[in-house]
């Protein structure tokens, strides 16, 4: 009861259009002088709340209970998911399981052990500082607000952003070796880059509007670059787990193209399967390979051959936090 009266004497805090659910929870219980988990143990919300990826979905239970908590319309609170903005643009969404275009934090009880979560260091060094939307989209690498390439980790030690441990985010520091994340010194990125962003940013919109066909295509000739172009024949996994700078140097390679669908929304407009015909990039017929030879000698030499020439994908430990 004293934490919600507490939540209710600081309506103060309010959302920012482009505000993640779990940037509003924890300023609102620094602001009421709780820790992340006290805050939400005074709401009511279940203890596993942080251990759960509430910028990505929340259950009908959750929304209930936050709106009510915190004293907000629930329809506010539900569009401050990342799959509500991309359920708006026709993406394909879950709660659970792989889904297009989102980053992975790779939460593992109360950690995050991946590079999802993104941030930009200038707008972390304002006093009202959120996170937004926009650091969870896998097209996005640079914050087009202050011209900088967007992080995902500590300057100093690397570990992956972790906004709500440790109150990284409404403190700006890391966790683990409490260097401020907020406004050290970054080299601008181009303004070619900005140019392509805002590229990708039209076909954003363009899907928002009700033409989602670029978005698709481009969804598709992506993951079919990632897995095809021999460039990043060695990166291994979906591209969307990629780090952040990977990330980006695929849609500068792909330029042309992204260019070419935001200038030509209808280009698009026959791609009506582009999201699961890339998922089935897998179940594409494999490659014909020659009959073993019968003779053991030949048969031997063969195999030996044929692991020399192996070469094998980069692990996806290399994306993940020790
Ligand atoms: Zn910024
Ligand atoms: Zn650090």
């Known amino acids: 009861m004293v934490g919600v009266t507490m939540v209710q004497s600081d309506a103060q805090v309010v959302p920012h259009p482009d505000e993640v659910l779990g940037s509003l929870l924890a300023r609102r219980a ?5 820790g992340t988990a006290s805050f ?25 209970k936050v709106a009510e908590g915190l004293g ?24 659970i399981g792989f889904e297009p275009w989102i980053t ?9 052990i991946r590079y999802g979560q993104m941030y930009c260091c200038r707008c972390l060094d304002s006093p009202d500082r959120y996170l937004c939307r926009d650091w969870r989209i896998s097209t996005n690498w640079l914050c087009p607000a202050h011209s900088l390439p967007l992080q995902d980790c500590c300057p100093e030690c690397g570990k992956p952003f972790t906004p709500y441990r440790d109150d990284e985010l409404v403190l700006a520091r890391c966790g683990r070796c409490t260097t ?20 990708i940013q039209s076909i954003w919109n363009d899907a928002r509007t009700g033409r989602p066909g670029p978005l ?12 095809c172009d021999p ?17 980006a140097a695929l849609l500068r390679s792909q330029e042309g193209v992204i260019v070419r669908l935001a200038s030509h929304p209808s280009r698009g407009a026959l791609v009506w399967c582009g999201y699961s015909l890339a998922c089935d990039l897998s179940a594409r017929p494999k490659r014909r390979t020659a009959s073993m030879p019968i003779d053991p000698q030949r048969r031997a030499q063969l195999l030996l051959d044929m692991a020399r020439r192996v070469r094998w994908p980069r692990r996806s430990r290399a994306r993940v936090s020790r």
């Open 104 to 112: 992975y934090v790779g939460l593992v009880r109360w950690k995050r």
């Open 216 to 227: 698709c295509a481009l969804y598709r000739h992506l993951s079919e670059v990632a897995v």
């Open 180 to 199: 401020s994340l907020a406004g050290h010194d970054l080299q601008p990125v181009s303004d070619e880059e900005l140019e392509l962003h805002r590229h």
């Open 30 to 34: 620094w602001r009421a002088a709780h």
């Open 72 to 95: 907000i319309e629930r329809e506010c609170v539900r569009t401050m998911t990342v799959n509500t903005f991309l359920s708006k643009c026709g993406v394909p969404v879950q709660a």
């Open 231 to 247: 460039r990043f024949a060695l990166a291994g996994e979906h591209w969307s787990y990629w780090r952040t700078w990977e990330r």
């Open 40 to 64: 939400a143990k005074s709401m009511g919300l279940p203890w596993d709340v942080w251990c759960r990826d509430i910028d990505r979905s929340i259950n009908v239970l959750f929304l209930n």
